[in-house]
Every structure is written in structure tokens, then in C-alpha cells.
T-cell receptor, first 112, second 112 residues
Framework: SQELEQSPQSLIVQEGKNLTINCTSS?????LYWYKQKYGEGLIFLMM?????EEKSHEKITAKLDEKKQQSSLHITASQPSHAGIYLC????????????FGTGTKLQVIP | NAGVTQTPKFRVLKTGQSMTLLCAQD?????MYWYRQDPGMGLRLIHY???????AKGEVPDGYNVSRLKKQNFLLGLESAAPSQTSVYFC???????????FGDGTRLSIL
């Protein structure tokens, strides 16, 4: 089983709608990272969360790390076609601050 | 500013052949990583390095070797390629282990 579970696996939304992607772990998340990947390209860093209860926003994307540091959510407000891609969460679940485990990703399609 | 550069971008090998993938970063990062990305499996760590002259095994190290002779370069070698190693390989680097990773554009490797 995956150490980091992402849900949903795929999502199709109409332009302008809001959406949420979740990333859940059975272990403490010492550092949680959100990335976006377009088909055939590398991963682009979006945000990093480290403290329980922390919330960060960039443009129309908001990410939160829950108080127990075992779940994170990524929320997109008023989605646009440019938001389409694969969203991956990655986390340090050992506390060693050397390597990151990634979830399997959430594929987002935005229909105009 | 190039960031993380991977060469080659595409390669087709026959079973049993050997090859080396090169990753170069110009950000003076200490940490470097090699991942493979397969459908349904997400991003899995092959090997990583916490500094020049160091290497460590990740989640799926079998069949691969790495070297970090210079701080800016991280080489991934396949000594005897197998069809199971057909994948997209990503290199990443970070300033320290608790900092976001910067990714290259990937190498698509097919082994026949």
C-alpha cells in the first residue's frame, strides 16, 4: 500500500468550479510538499507546509496541513484550464529530513 | 539559469545494454535525487546523495548505480538494462533535505 494516499485519483471539473485534493498518511508528516506536473514535463513546486495547522495560498491555490500533521488538502478556487495537470503531494514521513515519499498523484481536467 | 538539466531526453536500449543518465544542477544544491515514474506507481526514489562524494539507496535501488564525483552532477547508471527498467526517470535537487526539490524535465527510457 502507498505510504501517501491521494484522493481522488482523477477529477474533471467545469471551469469556474472549486475543487479539493487530499493527501493522507498514517505517519506524521514532517514536511509536506505540493507539486504540479504537466504531461511530459517535470514537477513544478507549488507550496511547502511544515507546521500543524499551517495554511498557505498562492493565487487561487490554497494548501493546508491539519493539526495532527497526517493530512493535507489542496484547494483550487474558480478553476481555470491552466490548472489542469497532475498534482502530487510529497512528504518526509521519517523525520530524517533527507528524502521525500510521493503520492501517486491526482489528475485534474478542467473543461471550458 | 538552467536549474536541473537531464541528458538525454529520450533513449531506446536493447536488453543487456548499459547506459548512463546525466543530471546537472547549477544552483549549488547539496542534495540530489533520482526517481522513476511509472503509471499507477507514482514517483519512486532510486538513489540519492546528501553531498559531493556521498550516495544512498532509496526505495528501488536494484539494477542501478550512481555516482556524485562533483557537487553539480549526479549520474545514474544501468549496467545491464532490463525491460522492467522502461520508465521515465527524473532527477531533482534541493539546497538541504528539508527544502523543496527542483526537478529536471525527465528522461524517457525504453528497453526492448
Amino acid at each position: 500500500s502507498q505510504e501517501l494516499e491521494q484522493s481522488p485519483q482523477s477529477l474533471i471539473v467545469q471551469e469556474g468550479k472549486n475543487l479539493t485534493i487530499n493527501c493522507t498518511s498514517s505517519k506524521t508528516l514532517y514536511g509536506l510538499y505540493w507539486y504540479k506536473q504537466k504531461y511530459g514535463e517535470g514537477l513544478i513546486f507549488l507550496m511547502m507546509l511544515q507546521k500543524g495547522g499551517e495554511e498557505k495560498s498562492h493565487e487561487k491555490i490554497t494548501a493546508k496541513l491539519d493539526e495532527k500533521k497526517q493530512q493535507s488538502s489542496l484547494h483550487i478556487t474558480a478553476s481555470q484550464p491552466s490548472h489542469a495537470g497532475i498534482y502530487l503531494c510529497g512528504a518526509d514521513t521519517s523525520g530524517g529530513y533527507q528524502k521525500v515519499t510521493f503520492g501517486t498523484g491526482t489528475k485534474l481536467q478542467v473543461i471550458p | 539559469n538552467a536549474g536541473v538539466t537531464q541528458t538525454p531526453k529520450f533513449r531506446v536500449l536493447k536488453t543487456g545494454q548499459s547506459m548512463t543518465l546525466l543530471c546537472a544542477q547549477d544552483m549549488n544544491h547539496e542534495y540530489m535525487y533520482w526517481y522513476r515514474q511509472d503509471p499507477g506507481m507514482g514517483l519512486r526514489l532510486i538513489h540519492y546523495s546528501v553531498g559531493e562524494g556521498t550516495t544512498a539507496k532509496g526505495e528501488v535501488p536494484d539494477g542501478y548505480n550512481v555516482s556524485r564525483l562533483k557537487k553539480q552532477n549526479f549520474l545514474l547508471g544501468l549496467e545491464s538494462a532490463a525491460p522492467s527498467q522502461t520508465s521515465v526517470y527524473f532527477c531533482a535537487s534541493s539546497l538541504q533535505g528539508d527544502q523543496p526539490q527542483h526537478f529536471g524535465d525527465g528522461t524517457r527510457l525504453s528497453i526492448l
